[in-house]
């Protein structure tokens, strides 16, 4: 197993309040498998992947993910658990402004030591997303559908185990977004790693017809097989 | 994609405050550099040796002025020294020699000294230093055997345009408006070679002919040949040294307070007198060095603001370095290192550019002076910015590092993702 959550809740803390933001019993996502996490806004489905990069720890229960709890890591031990197995693309790409298309991808890889990855590498990634004529062009100058194929070659570039993308074609058209999902599935397989796709957009799912999982608000029901 | 190559893309990436900073400091720290320099070399061109003199027989007076116009060409001298005294003095068994000169009138802005032509073989004007008119040395001509002839120094001859034959009239005096004699053509037969000291910025006319010059009254044009009347201006002392070695002889006091207790004149000791002179112009220097610490605080103060600054605007990109899976040591690193890297460019920078200023005002201060800087000497300031630079960029670069260290991940990518 890739992802392994069990009685996982999260409750964000408004002064002495508190509010459940996810709730989920169990939840597991095996090696190179590819998921699609649905469900309505406010249900939690960004909370849950920033569990799993150890980006926000959890109010109680126990997650796994690449054989490491991150909850039980320190911050330092936490930045190094995604240095070395998880990468994150988001809705808003966040590529850096400063660096080109090809350095973004080079940066993706630099903090996961002993990995290196170098300029030819990163060339053969952004090839791979059909941006070769693109390697020194900053961020500024691509379209939006190009600022997420770099993001998705950045993804790949430390070969992690597991891709988590939060609504990645939230900011493009239909046309693009099915073909950037289509990409990202693509390189995920070719790759051998996990991924896991957040949207509430019913076009991206249906492109699952492995597996689409559906979390209610504040709480997780798994719907295991394929969209309904 | 290695550390230091991310620290110069955020460098680069925010290059108008990265340039304003290192200019800043380059300002700062050329400004220290190059007042410590002259500083320095000011000190030690006033100290070096007494510039060849171990001692000034000199009229009664302050021993300040005697030295400004015997070794300096500046001021005036306060008086005059009777021959017989001088002879005196002579025979004392610690004094090698003496070279007796009359100071008093000038040419064109410039002194024009009589001396005893001994001056131009046996007076060194730094250790071993004989003046020379070598054409390899960078002089031309001789040195005078007439009444009517004269030398240049070298500053000044390249300031009057001098040649060998160029004839010139002194003025009695030093100051604008003083007489003229009309009547004394004096030609110049010799150029001395540079000595980068004092000595280059003055004319000088055979002894005697100070007092044979035409409008001169008869009581000192009978000096140039009756010695019981003869007075002079003063004269250079050159003292014995003990045991063949360099080091004062301890008589030279017994000689001093002989001197000073006599009615007619006074024993000045350069080496003594000068230090006096810094601490009289000690202030400015202070003042000076002041200003130029206070520059390159503020210039860290900028660096500071500058780094603050900056770090708003990359907190997005920090916490996204974060999520690539920068560890916070990482991006406190990375801050600092931006620091230190700024500190020290701009402190590498400020040295050029003080030395560089040494370099232009050193032409300067030899023309109007006579004093020779070099832009090569290694100041203490040299030495010391450096390391101080790099500690106080570590300080201006702390705070900002420590809020990147702080930088909470989620609450700034949030906004975007």
Known sequence: ?228 | MRFPAIVLKSLRQHWLSTALAVVSIALGVSLLISVASLREQTHRNFTQEGLGVDAVLGPKGSPLQITLNALYHLDEMPGKVSWTYYKKVLADPIVESGIPFNTGHSYAGFRVNAIDDRFFTEFEYLPGQHFSFKPEDGGQGRVFSEADEAVAGADVARALHIRIGTTFNPTCGVNPGDPVHVNDNIRFVGIMAPTGTPHDRAIYIPFKTFYTLGGHGADVQDMAVNEEHRLISGAYLKVKRIRGGEAQNPQLARLQYDVNQSAGAQLVIPNEVLPQLFGIIGWVDSVLLGIALLVTALALLFLFVALVSALRERRRDLALLRCLGATRRTVFGLVLCESVFISMLGALLGVAIGHGIVALSSEYIRVETGLRFTSAYVSQADIYVLPAVLVLGLVAGLLPSIQAYRLGVLRNLAPIS
């Open chain 1, 1 to 228: 197993m890739v992802i392994s959550v069990k009685n996982l809740t999260v409750e964000y803390r408004v002064g002495s309040a508190s509010f459940p933001a996810l709730d989920i019993p169990a939840w597991e996502v095996g090696d190179r498998e590819q998921v699609a996490i649905s469900g309505p806004s406010g249900s939690g489905k960004s909370t849950l992947l920033n569990v799993l990069a150890g980006l926000l720890s959890p109010t109680s229960g126990s997650v796994e993910a690449c054989g490491v709890q991150p909850a039980g890591l320190g911050e330092s031990e936490r930045d190094r658990f995604r240095a070395a197995h998880v990468s994150y693309i988001f809705q808003t790409f966040n590529l850096l402004e400063g660096y080109t298309a090809q350095e973004n991808v080079l940066v993706g890889a630099a903090f996961s030591a002993p990995f290196h990855l170098d300029r030819a590498e990163a060339r053969a990634l952004l090839d791979r997303v059909g941006l070769t004529h693109r390697l020194n062009s900053y961020p500024s100058k691509l379209s939006i559908g190009e600022q997420q194929r770099v993001a998705i070659a950045r993804a790949l570039a430390k070969k992690p185990r597991l891709i988590l993308a939060d609504e990645p074609t939230g900011s493009l058209d239909p046309r693009h977004a099915a073909g950037v999902v289509t990409l990202l599935r693509d390189a995920c397989r070719e790759h051998g790693c996990a991924l896991v796709v957040v949207s509430h957009e019913t076009k991206i799912v249906e492109t699952f017809d492995t597996r689409v999982d559906f979390l209610k608000l504040n709480h997780a029901l798994a719907g295991v097989g394929g969209p309904s």
